[in-house]
């Protein structure tokens, strides 16, 4: 049974940063391509980087230049490190299995999520 863990999330002033942590259990997290999801309030869930097996990344133009997705996979754990944060960064933001060609997928199931808001 799969579980996703997020946790990282908080309240910071615009241009401020954060690192958003998420751990897997019950999956082969080393096999898999992972990724961030978002959703803000009244808006569908988006993806916004995704991170290869083999560490090749790709991202949103929205989070492009501010946003590093990294993994490790001895910790089976994902991070997202935000930089030079927005308002319009504000959402839940999630972890979960990606497909290729920056595809959304899923494990059939999520985690809790973990809210961030960006405000001054």
């Known amino acids: 049974q799969v579980q996703l863990v997020e946790s990282g999330g908080g309240l910071v002033q615009p241009g401020g940063s954060l690192r958003l942590s998420c751990a897997t259990s019950?999956?082969?997290?080393?096999?898999?391509?992972m990724g961030w999801y978002r959703q803000a309030p009244g808006k569908a869930r988006e993806l916004v980087a995704a991170?290869?097996?083999?560490?090749?990344?790709n991202y949103a133009d929205s989070v492009e230049g501010r946003f590093t997705i990294s993994r490790d996979n001895a910790k089976n754990t994902l991070y997202l490190q935000m930089n030079s944060l927005k308002p319009e960064d504000t959402a839940v933001y999630y972890c979960n299995r990606v497909r290729a060609g920056f595809q959304p997928a899923d494990f059939g199931a999520w985690g809790q999520g973990t809210q961030v808001t960006v405000s001054s």
């Open positions: 991170i290869s097996s083999g560490g090749s990344t």
């Open positions: 019950g999956v082969i997290f080393s096999s898999y391509r």
